[in-house]
């Protein structure tokens, strides 16, 4: 209970029904491996979240973007919704670190998988809507999602902004060099550098080379925007 009671306080929400948090935070390797009852970890609290991250999210778009046409509003809700941005955005809450997974799940990486980190933050966000209503829910998903939301445009479109930052400057040919690759294939996990004319610029991991990929060229992006590499 004290990991609750910890989740709570950094997210600053203080649930009610401290059972839907649970539940949140239980993945369904978890449930399984101890027997829990149907409908005891998060894959229905997630359903319920996804729903109500989009209209939070599209309520925000249309407001704040009252220029942009519906083909452009789809577009940058997609960029935040996805599973790679959802996952980027639980680094602040360090949310791996909470949730309740089977030991082999656990093992492989479960922690840091970008599919089980996404689905467990839009069941927080579903736990948060049966708990406190739309209000808590819509604090939640401005404080943690739609903070932002250039760098979170930016890492969708990392790779896509990166070729056209290289090509605009004609610096040369971009390219993903894999640096090192290790675990089973069922679990594989990449080291890649973003490179232009093979001299790396910026590195990223991930389960996937593309998602690898993704943080390599976002990586290599905020450092050329500090000033810490020229592109």
Same mark, same amino acid.
């Given at each position: 209970?004290?990991?609750l009671k910890e989740?709570?306080?950094? $997210?600053?929400?203080?649930?009610?029904?401290?059972?839907?948090? +649970?539940?949140? %935070? $239980?993945?369904?390797?978890?449930?399984?491996?101890?027997?829990?009852? &149907?409908?005891?970890?998060?894959?229905?609290?997630?359903?319920?979240?996804?729903?109500?991250?989009?209209?939070? #999210?599209?309520?925000?778009?249309?407001?704040?973007?009252?220029?942009?046409?519906?083909?452009?509003?789809?577009?940058? +809700?997609?960029?935040?919704?996805?599973?790679?941005? %959802?996952? /980027?955005? #639980? &680094?602040?809450?360090?949310?791996?670190?909470?949730?309740?997974?089977g030991k082999g799940?656990?093992?492989?990486?479960?922690?840091? &998988?970008?599919?089980?980190?996404?689905?467990? %933050?839009?069941?927080?966000?579903?736990?948060?809507?049966?708990?406190?209503? /739309?209000?808590?829910?819509?604090?939640?998903?401005?404080?943690?999602?739609?903070?932002? !939301?250039?760098?979170?445009?930016?890492?969708?479109?990392?790779? #896509?902004?990166?070729? *056209?930052?290289?090509?605009?400057?004609?610096?040369?040919?971009?390219?993903?060099?894999?640096?090192?690759?290790?675990?089973?294939?069922?679990?594989?996990?990449?080291?890649?550098?973003?490179? !232009?004319?093979? *001299?790396?610029?910026? +590195?990223?991991?991930?389960?996937?080379?593309?998602?690898?990929?993704q943080e390599a060229?976002?990586?290599? !992006? %905020?450092?050329?925007?500090?000033? +810490?590499?020229?592109?």
């Amino acid at each position: 209970m004290e990991k609750l009671k910890e989740f709570q306080e950094k $997210t600053g929400y203080t649930f009610r029904a401290e059972g839907l948090l +649970r539940q949140a %935070l $239980t993945h369904s390797s978890y449930a399984n491996e101890h027997n829990q009852k &149907r409908n005891s970890d998060n894959e229905r609290l997630e359903f319920l979240g996804d729903a109500v991250l989009e209209i939070i #999210t599209s309520e925000y778009l249309f407001n704040h973007y009252p220029d942009k046409p519906e083909g452009e509003l789809t577009k940058l +809700r997609a960029s935040l919704v996805c599973e790679q941005t %959802l996952a /980027f955005c #639980t &680094r602040d809450l360090q949310l791996g670190d909470y949730l309740y997974l089977g030991k082999g799940e656990d093992q492989t990486g479960g922690r840091k &998988r970008k599919s089980v980190l996404s689905d467990a %933050l839009e069941a927080v966000i579903g736990a948060i809507f049966l708990d406190g209503g /739309f209000a808590n829910a819509k604090e939640f998903v401005l404080k943690y999602i739609l903070n932002d !939301i250039e760098h979170k445009q930016l890492f969708y479109d990392s790779k #896509t902004i990166l070729q *056209e930052l290289v090509q605009a400057k004609n610096l040369g040919e971009l390219s993903y060099v894999v640096v090192a690759e290790s675990g089973p294939d069922h679990n594989k996990h990449y080291i890649v550098d973003a490179c !232009i004319n093979r *001299e790396p610029c910026g +590195r990223g991991e991930g389960h996937t080379k593309k998602s690898a990929e993704q943080e390599a060229a976002y990586q290599a !992006i %905020l450092k050329a925007n500090d000033g +810490r590499a020229s592109l």
